[in-house]
Every structure is written in structure tokens, then in C-alpha cells.
């Protein structure tokens, strides 16, 4: 989980990459590093921010080649030696950034220590230089090159074993770098005169709109002038350019101290543009074009399979609610890294469903190619376009919510949760269990969403306030029922991430079998009591947390005059229909660990130990 | 040059309008005001900007972000107390080189032409400029006394005939303006008021000059103007366009502009000027008459008739509905059969004071859930989230929060 960043072009390579990088640094923050090409390889690390970097690379540094990398430490403690780019030659001949886990260093570093070559770092990308500079130079003394970069890397890549992005440099092929991609993120954005290499189009989006997604197994020789792209034969492949039609300058803070905010607003727009041509009011139709199913094949459905992590596998878990409750589908759900290990057992009638905000999420993709082994269909759901797992899947639906910066989750899992409700009344629709006249009353109300999360954000200032007082406990408990308990869990989730408060989502109606016994006097409880199926349920899981002294917050509507008897603090939301309070509900919890994180002067944007997208399993 | 747009203020008198947003988000032509005032910028050539944001910022932050989508970049900088013009400007001191020949300053909830910029760019000199309009009724407004064109005495909003030059808070100072503003006074209602720093350079001496203009430049007043705004921006609006999906047997007439992804179902008949925006829903047989503003992501059903009003985001209005000179906020459900009551000339006391409205039906704020058939009386006012449930008639302004059983 590394961000990489490469730079062929007329301008000054340094501050290109620093800018870049800058961009990057959400995938991972421990240290960073760079690699400029000038006369000959200068390299220079840090720990920290990219900042640190910035102070300690000299003014004067010339070169108009260079890579760069933001490290998220897997492989070795982070410090200056660990962090990336790492050469290899005496004087350096090689440098390297690297994105992933290459598998099989162990071997390859004793194979090398043994010709003779000297590990500085403890870090799994080190042996790839050296390895480089073997085929190249073919000994550790070496200096006259026996053959070329791209030749030594193709090479080179035969022995590596694991997932990998590389930008390499090599100091006797001044004006060229080159790149290798296996199962991280890799692409290239075209300039005029420049051309440039990132984990992430979001890197220099500032630069250039046109790029090209990198495919598994290649390899790629970039120069200011030319991108050429040779497949795992080495023979030339035809270069396919795509247009990025995101504004990364909309994913600046533009005012807001902290992306997380201006993400948790920018929802009312996400949802506009998610359900943007998807739903007809009066015929009650819900149009979902990329879906790649007749009508037929929604019929013969007996399964799904949801495969998710972290927020969206709440994402899924409200999704399982929906498919088995509205369409009558039996659903299951998995944690992706759990997925891969447990036999599944497959049927004919089975569609798999992937969640990943990026696309590039390394567990959900290895679950969906072990799916996909299987020969079931796929349907990803994700953020992010031409992202890995939209070439893989076999139909994907866009939750066109825009880049998320926040490393906490919050425009991404509203607009995922809006595709499976328009999925799961589609299927619902497909297969005859829903009136046409409740579809249309669906779809009414799921157009209200975006002007209701709206009048939460209004009054935003009462969850601030219910936050501060609570900043300082060290526990806090989220209980939801049915629909909502997806809700609670993902409550629980946004608080740990961000505010480091140890915090426990769980099923109401499971209180009693065990978590009751952690309830302390004053421990808050935040229960989501909006109407509903179980709001009775939910009314008598406060009183039994009541009795306890602990503290109960209640989220409920704002026309409910019952709650206020029972709980000590009630956050409110309009009345909306009951199938959709889930997504009212969450952006009150979304607001509620932004404001107790920001009591606690926590690193909203950034929490420690965590990134983005987690592309390593 | 840069701009400073002061849009800090809640813009009191426009409730309940400005109850969940600031008067600069008010639409006009289904963009807030300031939008029309960057664009304005944007087209002199204007491209950095400085936004002083308060009362509702989040608003503004979240629809122009960095200004990248209106071609300009935008600086964000939070005056946290409202202490007045001058202290507004101050917050944005440290964005503007003191090396810098001048910078623009201008409200945020005025409307203005690209003209309206280019006669005070064309025209300033001095230590001030500050650019003024020519006006018959000038109740309300800021006036200037002057000689030829050097202003001699700058005046707050103040009754009596004292001058007929009405000062549009249109100014462009020197980087010097600073020191001024550090020594100016705070007011008698507690403010620190940028007429007070300019008739301060006049007493020290300091050359502060008028420019008059005949461009457009609105101040909306009060809620109701913003009808009046509308139908004039509306009227010369060009490169209208129609994006999304007219059924066969609409009838589309005038000058009207349809948002992407909204369906004109048949039978509805629209007479421009009319803007309606993106992702509606409208029809069958619906009636929109000019000069009438539909926002984003509205449904109108059947048999409903909309003339000379604004409706904003995200609202459903259902069938047989008669809504005329009105303001719809956000978010408003309105059940079947509402009726709104229109009147000319009604007097509408505001804080003790009356002032004398157009004709006016009502003004609604956001989240207002309304039943089926309600009759609203014409000129009253409902705030922001009120349940007002079938058959009532509403005869008096409902605060927010309000039920009416």
C-alpha cells in the first residue's frame, strides 16, 4: 500500500513528483522518497510527510527525469533506509519505486547476498534493484551495461514472484524510465512534451486528462516524448487513451478544514448524480444501462454472493437486507479476505457482487478472480473509472460520486448503498414482488434523500455539540436493528478509524447475549431508533441500556415525541420512508465521529496506521 | 487585479429565505447570486478571488468549491464574528500583495453585469473608487455627496433626500486601504463599516473618487425582490438550452432552458422565459408561466400551474396546484391542491417596520412539509420545517418548527 510517481518531460522533475506525491498521500504516509536523473542518480528519503521531503531536496537539483513513492510500511519499520526509491551499484546505477509485495524475496535476497551484492534496507523491493542491476550489469562491480533497461527488466520480472508496480531508472539510459505492473495500479498520463507514471490518476491530474490504464504482466518505456507498451512476450501493444473527466481540483478542501467534511456535504450532490437518469417518478421505472443482465438472467437469479471490506462490506451487509427482503433473492455476504480461504460452495444461478471504492482493493479483487474461477458472472460496484476491477468484472455500476480524499469513507458509502437499493427494487421489479405502485412510492422517496441529508446538514451544530461532550469517554456502543444494523456497525467503524475512541457496533437484539456486560455508568450509547419494523424493539433495548446508567444518544425522527422519555440525548432526522432510513441515518454517525475526532484533535484526513485504498491482501 | 467578495452576512431581511443559507445563495435564474457576480468577474478577466464566508459557509464551499468550474480560482477566508464591511475586508489582508497597484472589493448579494465591473475598471483613480448608480427612491440604500468627481461625504443607509447617488459597495482601493482600516472607529450599531474607513481617507485628505454606471446592479432587499430579479435576468438570458427529454404533446414557447436528465411529459405547456434544471420530473399537464425558476432534482404532477415564481431544489409539489408570484426554499413536500393567494401593494411588517410589497403570493423556506389542500393567504410566510396537514388555511407567518394541526 504505496503510492508510486514517475516523470519523463520538459520541466523540472523534483517538483513535479513533489506535487504529485502530494496528491498521493493518502495511500500511505510513513516516509517518502525521490529519485531525480540528472547527470547522474541523486536520491534523497524522509520520514513523515511530504513535506519532510520537500524541505531536504535541494533548490538547485536539476534533471527532467525522475520517480517518486509515498510509503505505507509492509515490509520494514518506516525510517529513511526502508523508504523508497532503492538502488542498486556503487555508484548508484538503479533506482527503483515499487507498489506491492513482492513474494518471494527471501530467496532472491540470499541468492544475491550470495553473488555479492549488500542489502541496506529490510524492505522487499531492494532485491529488485539489485536483481535489475544482475541482469543488466550481471555482477555487483560491475559498470558497463551488458544489456538494456526494458531487456533487463523483462528479465528480471521472470524470477519475481508477488504483485508489483515499478517506475525504474537507470543512470546509463539518461531521458527514459520504465515501468512493470502486476496486480497494483498502474497508469500513464499523456502530456505535451511530458509524460507521466502514477498508482493513481489523481497524481497529475493538474498535468494532463489522457491516460492509459496499464494492464497486468506489462511493461512500459516512458519518454518526454513517447509511451511504448510491451506485453509479457515483449512484443508492442496497441496503446488505448482514455479521457478522466474528474476534477481534482474538486478534491481540494476548497474552504472546509478537512476533506472528510467537505465530503460528508458534498453527499446531497453524490446522490443527485448517482440517481442522475437512473429512476423515473411516474413510471416507476429504474434504469440501470451498464447492467449487463436481461431480464431473463435477473429471473433465473437463486443467489448472490457480495464481496466486500471494511465500509462497503457494510455497504454489502445492507445490501443482504435488501436483495432477500425486497427481491426475494437469497444473499450471502463475505469479508473478502475471508472469502478466499473457505471452500465456497457455487451454483449456475449465482451473480456475484463486488464492493471497492477504488477498484483497486487487493482482497476484493483476489476474491472476485476466485469467483470469477468459478465461472459467475460478476457485477462490481465502484468509484472509480478504469480502475482495475472494471476490466475484470463483467458488468460494473459507477457510484459517480466523485474523488474521496478522506481516508474515512463517507459520499462513497451513500452512493453505494443508493446503487443497491436501485439494484435490489430493479431485481425486486425483474421478478414481479414489487407493485408498480410501491416502486413508484420508492422512488419518490429515494428522490427526497439528497434534500433530507441536506436538512441534517442545517443542523449540523447539535451533532457537533452532542460529540464535544462525549470527545473524552473511552468507550462508546452503536446498536441498530434490521436495516440499521449495517448502520451501527458502520457508526462504530468511522468513529474507531478516525477518532481512535475503541468503539463496538452491535445487533440491538444481541445486547443481551454478551456486549451488555461491557455497559458501564456513563458509557454512551448510540442507538438509532428511527420508525421502523423494530422501533418498539429498539425502545425497550434503550431501556435495558438505561438501567445499566449508561448513557443513551437516540437517533430519531424529528416527529418522534416519544423518544425524548426514554434516552438522554435524541439527534434528529426528517421522516423519511422506513426502507431508507439507513442513509439519513449515517450521515448523523458520519458527522458524530468527525466532530468527536475533531474534539480530540485527531488527524481527520489522515488517521494514523490507515490508507485509502488498501491494495495489498 | 483580485476581487474581495464580501458574502459573509445572513442577509436578515430576506427570511425565511436565509434561514438555512446565506442571501448570496439565493437563485436567480437557478444560480445564486454571487454566481452571477463571479461570472461578471470571470468575464473582466478577473480569475482570482477572494470570498469572505460566515453565516452558512458551508453552502457556498460546497456549490463553488475552488472555482475551477466557473473559470476562476477561488481563496476561502472565514470572518467568524460579523463586525462590518471594513472588518471583512481586513480578513482578506492576507491574501492581497501590499505591492499590488489595487483590488477590487464588491457584496457578494448584489447582482451585476460584466458591464457593471468594466465601467469601474475602466474609470478608477485615486486612492478609492467607489462606483455609484443614479436612483429616485433611494430608501434603504447607501448615498454619496460629491464634487465633480470627488466624493466629499459617504453616507450609510439613512432616510431623508440627502442625495440621489446611490453608492453600490463597489470599490476598488489601494493595498494602503489597510492602514486606514486599522484606524477606523467601530460605529454606533457596533460595526466596523468600510464607508466609515473611505470617509476617514476623505477627512485625512486622501483622493476617493465616484464612477457612475447605467449597468445593471440589483440589490435585493428583501426576499420579494428577488422575483423582480428574476424575471430580469430571466428576460435577456442567452444560450438557453434544452438537455434533457420533451415528450410529444408539450408545448414549449419562448425562451426556456431544460436541465439534463429532466422529462417535459405531454400536455404540459411552458411559456418562457423559464429555467428548469436537472434530474425534473413535470407533467403530465403541467402549466409554467414566465418568469418562473425551477431548480434541481423537482417533480410537479399533474394539472399544477406555476407563474413568475422560484422553486428550488429538490422540492415536490403534487397535483392541481396554483402557486403565483411565490418563492418555494428547498426541499418543500406540497401535497394536492394547494392554493396560493396573490395581492398587489401589501403591506408587510418586518421588526416593527412596514414596508410595502409588490405583488406577492407567499414565500416558503426549506423542509416544509404541506398537506392537500391548503390555501395560503396572500403576502404570509412560511419559515423552515414546518408540518402544515390537510385542509388548513394558513392566515399568518408560521415560525420554524411550526405544526399546523
Known amino acids: ?617 | 487585479m483580485k476581487a474581495i467578495i464580501l458574502a459573509a452576512g445572513e442577509g436578515l431581511r430576506c427570511r425565511p429565505l436565509t434561514l438555512t443559507r446565506s442571501k448570496v445563495m439565493l437563485p436567480i435564474a437557478n444560480r445564486p447570486i454571487l454566481e452571477h457576480v463571479i461570472d461578471s468577474l470571470e468575464k473582466n478577466g478577473i480569475l482570482e478571488i477572494i470570498l469572505v464566508v460566515g453565516y452558512e459557509k458551508e453552502r457556498i464551499m460546497d456549490y463553488f468549491q475552488d472555482g475551477l468550474n466557473f473559470g476562476v480560482k477561488i481563496n476561502y477566508v472565514e470572518q467568524k464574528a460579523q463586525l462590518g464591511t471594513a472588518h471583512a475586508i481586513e480578513q482578506a489582508k492576507k491574501l492581497i500583495d501590499l505591492e499590488d497597484s489595487g483590488f477590487l472589493v464588491l457584496n457578494g448579494d448584489n447582482l451585476v453585469e460584466p458591464k457593471t465591473i468594466a465601467d469601474l475598471l475602466n474609470n478608477y483613480k485615486g486612492d478609492a473608487s467607489l462606483l455609484t448608480v443614479r436612483m429616485e427612491d433611494t430608501a434603504g440604500y447607501g448615498v454619496v455627496l460629491k464634487e465633480r468627481e470627488k466624493v466629499t461625504k459617504i453616507l450609510e443607509k439613512r432616510p431623508g433626500d440627502i442625495s440621489r447617488i446611490v453608492n453600490t459597495g463597489i470599490y476598488i482601493f489601494t493595498p494602503q486601504v489597510f492602514e486606514t482600516i486599522e484606524k477606523t472607529p467601530i460605529s454606533e450599531n457596533g460595526e466596523y463599516a468600510i464607508t466609515d474607513t473611505i470617509q476617514l481617507m476623505i477627512n485625512e485628505g486622501k483622493t476617493v473618487t465616484s464612477v457612475p454606471t447605467e449597468s445593471k446592479w440589483l440589490d435585493a432587499i428583501h426576499a420579494w425582490d428577488l422575483l423582480k430579479a428574476n424575471a430580469i435576468v430571466l428576460d435577456p438570458a442567452k444560450d438557453l438550452r434544452i438537455e434533457g427529454e420533451i415528450e410529444e404533446g408539450a408545448v414549449i414557447r419562448g425562451k426556456v432552458a431544460i436541465g439534463k436528465n429532466t422529462k417535459i411529459r405531454s400536455g404540459t405547456y411552458i411559456v418562457g422565459p423559464v429555467v428548469i434544471g436537472d434530474n425534473c420530473d413535470v407533467g403530465p399537464n403541467v402549466v409554467i408561466l414566465p418568469s418562473t425558476t425551477i431548480g434541481n432534482n423537482v417533480s410537479i404532477r399533474s394539472f399544477t400551474e406555476i407563474q413568475n415564481s422560484i422553486i428550488m431544489n429538490d422540492c415536490r409539489i403534487y397535483s392541481h396546484g396554483q402557486i403565483s408570484h411565490s418563492i418555494i426554499g428547498s426541499n418543500n413536500t406540497i401535497g394536492s391542491g394547494l392554493f396560493v393567494e396573490e395581492k398587489d401593494g401589501l403591506l408587510i411588517i418586518m421588526n416593527g417596520i412596514i414596508h410595502r410589497a409588490p405583488r406577492l403570493g407567499t414565500i416558503f423556506g426549506d423542509d416544509n412539509r404541506i398537506g392537500n389542500s391548503v390555501l395560503v393567504k396572500a403576502g404570509v410566510t412560511i419559515a423552515v420545517d414546518c408540518l402544515v396537514e390537510s385542509g388548513n388555511t394558513i392566515y399568518k407567518d408560521l415560525p420554524r418548527h411550526s405544526v399546523v394541526l
Not at chain 1, 108 to 131: C, I, N, P, R, W
Not at chain 1, 186 to 204: I, P, Q, R
Open chain 1, 1 to 617: 500500500m504505496c503510492g508510486i510517481v514517475g516523470y519523463a518531460g520538459k520541466n523540472s522533475a523534483a517538483s513535479v513528483i513533489i506535487e504529485s506525491l502530494k496528491k498521493l498521500e493518502y495511500r500511505g504516509y510513513d516516509s517518502a522518497g525521490i529519485t531525480i536523473l540528472g547527470r547522474e542518480i541523486k536520491t534523497y528519503k524522509s520520514v513523515g510527510k511530504i513535506v519532510n521531503l520537500e524541505a531536504i531536496i535541494p533548490k538547485e537539483i536539476h534533471g527532467n527525469i525522475g520517480i517518486g513513492h509515498t510509503r505505507w510500511a509492509t515490509h520494514g519499520r518506516p525510517s529513511t533506509i526502508n523508504a523508497h526509491p532503492h538502488n542498486s551499484g556503487n555508484p548508484s546505477k538503479i533506482s527503483v519505486v515499487h507498489n506491492g509485495i513482492i513474494e518471494n524475496y527471501m530467496a532472491l535476497k540470499e541468492q544475491l547476498t550470495a553473488e555479492g551484492y549488500k542489502f541496506e534496507s529490510e524492505t522487499d523491493t531492494e532485491v529488485v534493484a539489485h536483481l535489475l542491476h544482475k541482469h543488466i550489469y550481471e555482477n555487483p562491480d560491475g559498470n558497463e551495461a551488458k544489456c538494456e533497461l526494458l531487456t533487463g527488466l523483462q528479465r528480471a520480472l521472470k524470477e519475481i514472484e508477488g504483485s508489483y508496480a515499478f517506475a525504474i531508472i537507470c543512470a546509463d539510459e539518461p531521458g527514459k524510465l520504465v515501468l512493470a505492473r502486476k496486480d497494483s495500479p498502474l497508469v500513464v498520463g499523456l502530456g505535451k512534451g511530458e509524460n507521466f507514471a502514477a498508482s493513481d490518476v489523481t497524481a497529475f491530474l493538474n498535468y494532463t486528462r489522457d491516460v492509459i490504464f496499464i494492464d497486468d504482466f506489462a511493461t512500459v518505456v516512458l519518454t518526454p516524448a513517447s509511451v511504448e507498451i510491451f506485453d509479457k512476450e515483449g512484443k508492442i501493444r496497441e496503446k488505448k487513451i482514455e479521457t478522466i473527466e474528474w476534477d481534482f481540483e474538486a478534491a481540494e478542501k476548497a474552504g472546509y478544514e478537512h476533506f472528510m467534511l467537505k465530503e460528508i456535504h458534498e453527499q446531497v450532490s453524490a446522490i443527485h448524480n448517482t440517481l442522475a437518469g437512473k429512476v423515473s417518478e411516474l413510471e416507476g421505472e429504474i434504469y440501470l444501462e451498464e447492467l449487463n443482465m436481461t431480464e431473463e438472467e435477473i429471473r433465473k437469479l437463486s443467489r448472490i454472493q457480495i464481496l466486500a471490506c471494511g465500509t462497503s462490506w457494510h455497504a454489502g451487509m445492507l445490501g443482504k437486507y435488501l436483495f432477500e427482503q425486497l427481491a426475494g433473492i437469497h444473499c450471502d455476504i463475505d469479508i473478502c479476505s475471508e472469502y478466499r480461504y473457505r471452500s465456497p460452495v457455487m451454483d449456475d444461478g449465482t451473480l456475484a457482487i463486488a464492493i471497492t471504492q477504488s477498484g483497486e482493493t487487493a482482497d476484493t479483487l483476489a476474491a472476485v478472480r476466485e469467483i470469477m474461477s468459478y465461472n459467475c458472472p460478476t457485477l462490481a460496484i465502484t468509484n472509480v473509472v478504469g480502475s482495475t476491477i472494471t476490466r475484470e468484472a463483467n458488468s460494473v455500476l459507477y457510484t459517480r460520486a466523485g474523488p474521496e480524499i478522506g481516508v474515512a469513507a463517507t459520499k462513497t458509502f451513500s452512493t453505494q448503498i443508493i446503487i443497491l437499493y436501485l439494484l435490489a427494487v430493479k431485481f425486486a421489479l425483474s421478478r414481479g414482488k414489487l407493485s408498480p405502485d410501491y416502486v413508484k412510492r420508492f422512488i419518490t422517496a429515494i428522490r427526497k434523500v439528497p434534500g433530507q441529508i441536506q436538512q441534517i446538514l442545517n443542523q449540523q451544530e447539535s451533532m457537533k455539540e452532542c460529540a464535544e461532550n462525549f470527545a473524552h469517554v473511552k468507550s462508546c456502543f452503536f446498536l441498530g436493528r434490521h436495516l440499521n444494523y449495517p448502520i451501527a456497525l458502520e457508526g462504530a467503524l468511522k468513529l474507531k478509524e478516525i477518532s481512535y475512541v475503541h468503539a463496538e457496533g452491535f445487533a440491538a437484539g444481541e445486547l443481551k447475549h454478551g456486549p451488555i456486560a461491557l455497559l458501564e455508568k456513563g458509557t454512551p450509547v448510540v442507538t438509532i431508533a428511527t420508525r421502523g419494523p423494530t422501533y418498539e424493539k429498539v425502545l425497550s433495548n434503550i431501556k435495558e441500556v438505561k438501567a445499566r446508567d449508561a448513557i443513551v444518544i437516540a437517533i430519531a425522527n424529528n416527529t418522534d415525541t416519544e423518544i425524548g422519555k426514554y434516552a438522554d440525548i435524541v439527534l434528529t432526522v426528517p421522516n423519511s420512508d422506513e426502507l431508507l432510513s439507513p442513509l439519513l441515518n449515517v450521515v448523523v454517525l458520519q458527522l458524530f465521529a468527525y466532530y468527536t475526532a475533531l474534539a480530540r484533535g485527531c488527524s481527520i484526513d489522515k488517521p494514523r496506521n490507515l490508507a485509502k485504498s488498501v491494495t495489498v491482501e
